[in-house]
């Protein structure tokens, strides 16, 4: 590599670390509002929501990176260009296709990238994060554990609790147990322990009363208790198990035998090629975008204005390349031997950069020619 595409690299790279990092922030923050909602209002703590956050990022990560691939080529292309480096090096021999070595490595690396994140990292992240909402979602003593609040466990149950003292110790208790519509029961006592044993989670109350409506017979009747335990294991989900997902299967279980898949997990064979072309060819659409949005700007002779109307044009393209993309899953889904499709955005872009380089050159050869033909002429 010349000093120039080391230079252009390195401002390449930089700038797609700062897009990177713009676009995660920004998506990242629009999501967590939503999460740590359901996060904190379920009882789990503040590191709980910080784990969710960080197994979310790898899926954060792919969806961004070929915006900021394609940012960070249309902006440094258009920085270069305005400051008139790009034109020196134009007017000193070197072609578009020469000057797009440094942009064509620059995808390879953000393909590569892109190929660690979409091929093995946001699976082993999805398996993990199903895995713990599992955990969380059967958390029953996180639900409960709310003082001051009227919480809802399980439909037609509800759950006061006035105070939770440091040793465990839980205050003012009051449950409503309406499942059975025609009798429900309410207690109410001073005190309270969560109890877990080998017969499930057990909520022991202390110096308390029990009362009973008996729908039918219009009747109420009262119970005190010394102590009364109420068994809440049946408000949990712990014995519900979260199905996998499509995003969460290894690659190398897609890749090996997704007829098992198919038959034990219920994916359909479309559904099982769709995710797993889709993985690698976000990879392949990381070198595109990064081309096209190169070659697009070399469209433009110098402006001090910029290249706005090329950089309206790059936007455009991928636009389009991104429409591409959600309609040929489908077909993919529909008829699997089609996986090729998933490919075609990519191979669209790399074909529109390599048009727009060829038209981009056209007027250096052409100055060429006519210098050479003006010399023989003079000679």
């Known amino acids: 590599m010349s000093r120039f595409d080391g230079y252009f690299l390195r401002q390449l790279l930089i700038l797609f670390g700062f897009f990177t990092l713009v676009l995660v922030g920004v998506f990242w923050i629009t999501r967590s509002v939503s999460l740590f909602d359901r996060v904190i209002s379920g009882g789990q703590s503040a590191m709980v929501f910080l784990e969710f956050s960080a197994l979310t990022l790898p899926t954060l990560i792919r969806t961004v990176m070929p915006m900021a691939v394609f940012a960070a080529a249309v902006y440094a292309t258009n920085r270069l260009s305005r400051e008139s480096e790009m034109t020196v ?70 759950v006061y609790i006035g105070k939770i003292d440091l040793d465990g110790t839980l205050s003012e208790v ?52 010394e102590d009364a335990s109420y068994d809440i294991s049946a408000l949990t989900n712990s014995n ?11 690659t190398i279980e897609l890749l090996r035998d997704r007829t098992a898949i198919s038959v034990a997990e219920g994916f359909p064979i479309g559904e099982l090629v769709d995710e797993l072309h889709q993985r690698f060819s976000w990879v392949a659409i990381c070198i595109a975008v990064a081309l096209a949005g190169y070659a697009t700007l070399m469209l433009g002779s110098f402006s001090r204005f910029g290249l706005w109307p090329q ?36 191979v669209i872009g790399i074909a529109v950069a390599c048009l727009f380089l060829l038209v981009a050159g056209r007027p250096l050869l052409r100055r060429r020619h006519r210098d050479a033909s003006g010399g023989i002429s003079q000679a």
Do not use: C
């Open 240 to 250: 519900i198990m979260a199905e996998r997902s499509l995003e969460a299967i290894p």
């Open 174 to 225: 009051f449950v409503s147990d309406r499942r059975d519509a025609l009798n429900p029961v309410s207690y109410s006592s001073k005190t309270a322990y969560l109890v877990n044993n080998e017969n499930g989670i057990h909520l022991v109350m202390l110096d308390g009363i029990a009362l009973r409506l008996d729908q039918e017979g219009g009747t109420l009747s009262s119970t005190l208790f």
């Open 311 to 346: 950089i309206l044009g790059a936007f455009s393209i991928l636009v389009v390349l991104e429409g591409v993309r959600g309609f040929v899953s489908p077909v993919v889904i529909e008829e699997p031997k089609l996986w090729i499709l998933l490919y075609l955005p990519a």
């Open 89 to 158: 090096m134009l007017a000193t021999g070197s072609s578009p296709w020469r000057l797009a070595r440094a942009v064509f490595l620059f995808g390879l690396v953000a393909g590569l990238m892109m190929a660690v994140i979409s091929v093995f990292l946001r699976p082993a992240s999805v398996e993990q994060l199903e895995q713990r909402q599992a955990e969380v979602a059967g958390d029953v003593t996180a639900q409960l554990l709310n003082e001051g609040e009227f919480l809802h466990p399980a439909h037609g149950v509800t």
